[in-house]
């Protein structure tokens, strides 16, 4: 912009970063549902700033959008997006569908059922990574049995109830589940401090590769509404099932 007068070219500039903040912040008010957005959005991006630092720092603003509140999920050639942050909104608009859904197929109870959940599970998992992710230990408890609290009160060499007292409680349920989320034990990188120990209810989470899975169809609904493979998982089965 060196043929614009100093003044002018300032104008301009703060015009473009405005453009640039506004257009950011349309992105993430917006659910962005397939790579073509996002690929759009970027190449407006990069059109509207030809300077090199402000290519720079849209560059590092989509880099946060993407790291820290997309997750990626690839079907075929298709890539979708799911924005945490958009996650309870989506899992609120499927709810009734999926409630319907799961009483059609307790009636049906396909033989294969565990056979078809447990590859889409396998499927959708190929293309998550829990550690850009971690919202179910940010977002809700597991159950801790008396065995976890055995287990982990030796990893952290305390007292079963010096550990139960210091980060457990009893929910409405009479189990045991820690006091606040995000989880105590999770770290700022996402990963579980206590990981060789965790709960087992941890381990088996989000169950969507556990048999009989027609009996964890109530808890899977839920689960929508916190993980994002569960979501994707019950949107593939739902259209597979639709099929037969
Ligand atoms: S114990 Fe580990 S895996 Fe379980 S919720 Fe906490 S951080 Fe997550
Ligand atoms: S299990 Fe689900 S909610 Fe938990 S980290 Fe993985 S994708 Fe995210």
Redesign the pocket.
């Known amino acids: 912009m060196t043929f614009l007068p100093a003044r002018t070219e300032r104008y301009v500039r703060a015009g473009l970063f405005l453009f640039l903040l506004v257009a950011v912040k349309e992105k993430e008010s917006k659910l962005l549902s397939n790579a073509k957005e996002e690929e759009e959005f970027l190449f407006r991006c990069s059109f509207v700033s030809r300077q090199k630092n402000v290519k720079k720092i849209i560059l590092s603003i989509n880099l946060y959008f993407l790291k820290s509140s997309s997750i990626y999920i690839f079907a075929k050639n298709k890539k979708v997006s799911i924005r945490l942050s958009e996650l309870q909104a989506l899992a609120k608009r499927s709810e009734t569908e999926n409630k319907k859904f799961i009483v059609r197929l307790k009636k049906k109870h396909p033989k294969d059922i565990d056979i078809k959940v447990s590859a889409i599970h396998e499927k959708v998992f190929q293309n998550i990574n829990c550690l850009d992710c971690?919202n179910?230990?940010k977002s809700i408890?597991?159950i801790i049995t008396d065995k976890d609290i055995e287990r982990i009160s030796k990893y952290l060499k305390l007292r079963p109830s010096v550990f139960t007292e210091k980060y457990l409680h009893l929910d409405n349920d009479n189990d045991y589940v820690?006091n606040d989320t995000?989880?105590?034990?999770?770290d700022k990188e996402n990963y579980?401090?206590?990981?060789s120990v965790?709960?087992k209810?941890?381990?088996e989470?989000p169950h969507t590769d556990q048999s009989k899975f027609i009996n964890l169809l109530n808890i899977t609904v839920k689960n929508t509404y916190y993980c994002p493979a569960v979501y994707e998982i019950v949107e593939r089965l739902k259209k597979e099932m639709n099929k037969l």
């Open positions: 971690a179910c230990c408890s597991p820690y995000p989880c105590p034990f999770l579980c401090m206590i990981y965790r709960p209810a941890c381990s989470y």
